[in-house]
């Protein structure tokens, strides 16, 4: 088999497993629309959706808007994270490393405790503050004279969460305990029990658009994870396509999380996960990650909300699930390394 014929056997085999993967995601969201709670704890199918209003209330109003809210985060958390590590050639690099998580995370608290806490004005400043964040820490890395770009990268966006986490502590010191102070725990937990057709509406549009950005630059990403040198040599405008997919990225996250509230791991164990299985080629592994991403979200909103009496918040159980995956994905490559 010479290089071309393994070439397109390769393509085919990533192809195949792609649309298996998201066939099964799908497949798998079908099925969680049975679990809940109602009529009876574990899985149910609704024998009296004709007739019980109830039921039929319950299955499109509540959990299926749930459902397509998990997919939709979780792909979108996962694209943001997998265009970070790229950009930054670092796969322990995600938006929050850079403070856009606590900045957007200080936004939307700040209009919680002053009362306008429309999901727009959350919105607009959830997205905001995470896009001041992100130049907060790009500026601040251009200040710096040692080490090289991305240490100085990271170590201003520990600088600038320190900054907004300090900021959010100060407000939920003066949020009003009985109402805002566990608004904000609750929002900073995460959580889709709010999910509504409403709230997806309002940020759909956001989210396709970047999601449709970043799968569009898809094929560029491999070249801009290189050397900016070898980017421009190929006809690039390196810089240029960093900022807009940096933006993108950014504006794709703070606008979701300004619904689900903050939610570790996604971002950081997915596109892992997405280079193991295709490659290291972004033109597949992008996508990839997506779809894993939206499997992972998936079925940590379905344990959470079915497993015990009280619903679990997701962050938790991505943070839980993630730091386990996280671990026994460095655990493989140790191994790796030492045979």
Request: charged share 10%; aromatic share 10%.
């Amino acid at each position: 088999m010479n290089a071309h014929q393994r070439y397109q056997a390769e393509r085919k085999r990533r192809t195949g497993l792609l649309l298996g993967m998201l066939g099964a995601t799908l497949l798998l969201a079908f099925l969680f629309l049975f679990a809940g709670r109602y009529p009876s704890a574990g899985f149910r199918f609704p024998t009296d959706w004709s007739t019980n209003a109830m039921t039929r209330s319950i299955f499109l109003r509540i959990r299926l808007p749930r459902i397509v809210l998990a997919l939709l985060a979780g792909a979108m958390l996962s694209a943001s994270g997998f265009t970070f590590q790229m950009l930054f050639s670092n796969p322990l690099v995600e938006p929050g490393f850079l403070g856009v998580s606590q900045g957007s995370a200080f936004g939307a608290a700040l209009m919680i405790v002053l009362g306008v806490g429309s999901t727009l004005f959350v919105q607009l400043s959830a997205t905001f503050f995470g896009l001041l964040a992100l130049l907060a820490s790009y500026l601040l890395a251009t200040r710096f004279r040692f080490g090289g770009w991305l240490l100085r990268l990271v170590l201003s966006g520990i600088a600038v969460s320190a900054l907004f986490s300090s900021a959010l502590g100060v407000i939920k010191l003066v949020a009003e305990p009985t109402k805002d102070l566990q608004d904000i725990t609750f929002w900073m937990m995460g959580g889709l029990w709010n999910a509504s057709w409403a709230q997806i509406l309002s940020i759909l549009w956001v989210v396709i658009l970047s999601m449709a950005i970043l799968l569009g630059y898809r094929w560029k990403l491999n070249l801009l994870s290189l050397q900016e040198k070898t980017s421009f040599s190929v006809g690039m405008n390196p810089k240029r396509d960093r900022i807009i997919l940096l933006i993108v990225a950014t504006v794709g996250t703070t606008v979701t999380i300004s619904i689900t509230g903050l939610i570790g791991w996604v971002g950081l164990i997915t596109p892992h996960l997405g280079r193991k299985l295709f490659g290291s080629d972004s033109s597949t592994s992008l996508p990839g990650s997506m779809i894993l991403g939206s499997f992972f979200l998936l079925v940590c909103d379905t344990i959470g909300r079915t497993v015990l009496a009280t619903e679990i918040p997701i962050g938790l159980l991505t943070s839980f699930l993630g730091a386990i995956i996280f671990m026994i994905i460095l655990s493989l490559k140790h191994q790796e390394g030492k045979a």
